[in-house]
Structures are given as structure tokens and as C-alpha cells.
């Protein structure tokens, strides 16, 4: 199967960000894109304006669908910040699609960098910036605040630089380099049942071997205090006779 191609550009119109917010809540993607969960439409529009040469992209499929979306904050040291959120249309190529549009920022700006922090507990976040090439750099203790569960959790902070993007990639199209998905298990085998003609048998068996020693009297078993063998036969109940 051909992987789809991404085209990337950079979106200013004030209709198309508010839409594009309206799109990430509504296909419930807002406490993982916002895990502060304090994005109202205002901040969204005050987040993707274009200003102070931060960037808002977006990715597109050969059709022109809406496929994910990202900022890009230019921060000291020429690192810029990234939130990346790939729409429900574009989960299942959303290695591709992420690693496409960390190397069109490369290309487009003077980034020694990108960085990102994110919530410890957002495994799936943490697996798909490690298979574009990120490094997990620390672990930061109480450092994001996640709405859902009203409290302080870890982050996680990776990064990511030209020549890590570019090591990554030799492995990504050898076919390596996807996010991890979780072990299965092997399939335990199946017990083996004995085959009717033989179990029957078999009853038929033990049957005739239990009146055999019934009727030789061997086979006596006592319950209650009497089976102790304490001398003291009350309570004796002989089975089989």
C-alpha cells in the first residue's frame, strides 16, 4: 500500500482556525491536545495568531483534507516549541504525517531545534515523538496540569534536532521507526480433550474396578474421628459395602 503524500502551509485565516478549533473538540480530541483543558475559542485564536513569528500549520492529504495541525513557537536559542494533534482522518499515518511537518519547519525556518513537553500519562504522545526522531530528554516531576484528573503529572520532555530527524528517517523508511503498539500475548493452546469412544471407556472401567472392591470388602474408608486412627470407632461410616 502507497503511503499518502502531506502537503504543509501555514494558515492565517481567522474562519479556518476557529473551524479547525470547532473540528478538534468536537471529534473529542481537546484533553489531548489541552490538557490544562483552559483552551476556550479565545485563547485558541490568540494561541494561532501570526505573531511574533510563531507559525500555525496545517497538513493535507492529496485531496486537501485536513489531516493534523501544529504550532510552532520560536523560543531562546533558537528552539521553537511544538504542539502537534493529528485529526481522527489522519491517526493511522500520523508517524508521517508528524515527521512531514517537523522537517518542513526545519526547512522553512533557522531552528537549531524542537521541543516539547508532554503529559507522562499520554504514552501515545511519548511513542509518537520518539518515532519521529525525538529524544527523551527528562522526566519532570508535577510539571503539567491535566484538567481530567484535577492535578499536577509528570511531563515528559523531548527534543529534537536536524540531524536526529535525519538519523531517524533512515530507520523509518528501512521500515522501523513506527510508534510501538502493545504486545500480544501468545495464544495459550488449546487443552486437548480425550476423544468421547476413550473417556467412556475409561468410566466404564473405573465403575467396574469400584464394585470389584466393593464386593471384596478391601476397600473400607472411614470419615469422622474413626478415621484418625485414634482407637475410637464412634462416628464410623463404612463406604463401599
Not at 520560536?74 to 521553537?80: A, L, P, S
Not at 527523551?136 to 515528559?156: M, Q, T
Not at 538519523?167 to 522501523?176: E, Q
Request: aromatic fraction near 10%.
Amino acid at each position: 500500500m502507497i503511503q499518502p503524500a502531506f502537503r504543509y502551509k501555514v494558515v492565517t485565516d481567522p474562519a479556518v482556525r476557529s473551524g479547525l478549533y470547532t473540528r478538534m473538540m468536537s471529534e473529542g480530541l481537546g484533553e489531548f491536545a489541552c490538557p490544562a483543558g483552559n483552551m476556550t475559542p479565545e485563547r485558541w485564536m490568540e494561541l494561532t495568531e501570526p505573531r511574533d513569528g510563531n507559525i500555525f500549520g496545517v497538513s493535507l492529504d492529496p485531496f486537501g483534507n485536513y489531516c493534523g495541525m501544529a504550532t510552532f513557537t520560536r523560543r531562546e536559542y533558537r528552539m521553537w516549541r511544538f504542539d502537534f494533534t493529528a485529526f481522527r482522518r489522519g491517526f493511522e499515518d500520523a508517524v508521517r504525517q508528524a515527521r512531514g511537518a517537523f522537517q518542513w519547519v526545519f526547512g522553512m525556518t533557522d531552528a537549531t531545534a524542537l521541543y516539547g513537553i508532554t503529559p507522562a500519562v499520554f504514552r501515545h504522545s511519548v511513542n509518537l515523538a520518539t518515532a519521529c526522531g525525538f529524544a527523551v530528554v527528562s522526566r519532570l516531576p508535577s510539571a503539567c496540569w491535566l484538567a481530567r484528573r484535577n492535578r499536577y503529572v509528570d511531563g515528559v520532555l523531548v527534543i529534537c534536532t536536524r540531524q536526529t530527524l535525519e538519523d531517524s528517517d533512515m530507520g523509518f523508511n528501512a521500515g522501523g521507526g513506527g510508534a510501538s503498539v502493545p504486545e500480544v500475548k501468545p495464544t495459550p493452546k488449546a487443552e486437548v480433550t480425550k476423544p468421547v469412544t476413550e473417556a467412556a471407556t475409561a468410566a466404564r472401567q473405573s465403575q467396574k474396578d469400584k464394585a470389584a472392591k466393593a464386593a471384596g470388602l478391601r476397600s473400607t474408608i472411614l470419615t469422622g474421628e474413626g478415621a484418625l486412627g485414634n482407637g475410637n470407632n464412634q462416628g464410623k461410616t463404612l463406604l463401599g459395602q
